[in-house]
């Protein structure tokens, strides 16, 4: 059974200081993985998809990088307004439609 | 572009109730996902439609849970009797089905407390 798992489970930052987040995947033949995020109260807002080993992917603060067993997304000099869950995904290795199978995320708080 | 609506978005009710959950995809996406989110996890899919035929429901609880997508729109999502362990977020999502792997977007969600 494919395996997604996050690391830390909560992270708290201060404005500006830089750090990264960890998804380690056990599926093989990785035909993609998905970050996105989560504010309290609402559904994921999807952010990246990355689709090979050595990819990278950026979006304002955010960068997300994928190796062959896991994916970091780099926060870089965080605001309050990145403060929510980030949680990554992977859909199955072969068949299985695209069901995707979630992480249990990673809480981030960004303090001023 | 309007996103993916779900209704409603709190529902209360008692332990053996019954509960339905509605989701209308983004406009065009011929793929319609359900899933389960308990409080502190991440998603789990319930059951996926392609157009209005099931792809996967390997993980739906079918003594109690049932879903449909009549016309390949929009879906039903059925709860019938409810249990505690069913309190959790509902959460629809859809893509558009073009693509060997597809961007799933999601709904706000319905959340469900069973007491």
């Known amino acids: 059974e494919d395996q997604v798992t996050q690391s830390p489970e909560a992270l708290r930052l201060q404005e500006g200081e830089s750090s990264s987040l960890n998804c380690s995947y056990t599926v093989s033949g990785l035909r993609g993985l998905f970050w996105y995020r989560q504010d309290p109260g609402k559904g994921p807002e999807f952010l990246f998809t990355l689709y090979s080993a050595g990819e990278e992917k950026e979006k304002e603060r955010l960068k997300a990088t994928l190796t062959k067993k896991e994916s970091f997304l780099h926060i870089t000099a965080p605001k309050p307004e990145d403060s929510a869950t980030y949680l990554c995904a992977v859909p199955p290795r072969t068949g299985g439609g695209n069901k995707l199978t979630f992480g249990t995320g990673t809480q981030l708080k960004v303090e001023l | 572009e309007a996103g993916v609506a779900q209704s409603p978005r709190y529902k209360i009710i008692e332990k053996r109730q019954s509960v339905a959950f509605w989701c209308n995809p983004i406009?065009?996406?011929?793929?319609l996902y359900w899933y389960q989110q308990i409080l502190g996890q991440g998603p789990k899919l319930l059951i996926q439609f392609q157009n209005n035929g099931v792809v996967d429901d390997s993980q739906l609880p079918k003594d109690r849970f049932s879903a449909e997508r009549l016309k390949g729109v929009d879906s039903t999502l059925k709860i019938q009797p409810a249990k505690l362990e069913d309190s959790a977020v509902y959460l629809c999502?859809?893509?558009?089905?073009?693509?060997?792997?597809?961007?799933?977007?999601f709904g706000p969600g319905t959340r469900l407390t069973v007491l």
């Open positions: 999502a859809s893509s558009s089905g073009s693509f060997h792997i597809d961007t799933q977007y």
């Open positions: 406009s065009g996406h011929a793929t």
